[in-house]
Nanobody
């Protein structure tokens, strides 16, 4: 069984920064995809960022709306993924969900498919 525990959400003014963390416990995956999707009130869940890993490397992916402002990274030893969010905008306000897929497949992940989900953490950006 895999559990994802998120932390780091909160309230910040526009232009500020937050760092989200997502720690995975349980099974270890030699390859996979892990990252974040978000859902704002009245809107569908949307892809934010992901990182994939395999035996010979990995890649990072970002939604156009966050490119240049958000940075995703992974600490393999801690099985933790981080999302550094800078230059936050009111449009970034949403519940951010961490997700994990037990294979390196960014296309599926960006479409909202995942094997495991976190409980979500609220990010609120005030104007």
């Amino acid at each position: 069984q895999v559990q994802l525990v998120e932390s780091g959400g909160g309230l910040v003014q526009a232009g500020g920064s937050l760092r989200l963390s997502c720690a995975a416990s349980g099974r270890t995956f030699s390859s996979g995809t892990m990252g974040w999707l978000r859902q704002a009130p009245g809107k569908e869940r949307e892809f934010v960022s992901a990182i994939t890993w395999t035996w010979n490397g990995g890649s990072t992916y970002y939604a156009d709306s966050v490119k240049g402002r958000f940075t995703i990274s992974r600490d393999n030893a801690k099985k933790t993924v981080y999302l550094q969010m800078n230059s936050l905008k009111p449009d970034d306000t949403a519940v951010y969900y961490c997700a994990l897929m037990g294979r390196a497949n960014s296309n599926s992940f960006t479409g909202g498919s995942a094997d495991y989900w976190g409980q979500g953490t609220q990010v609120t950006v005030s104007s």
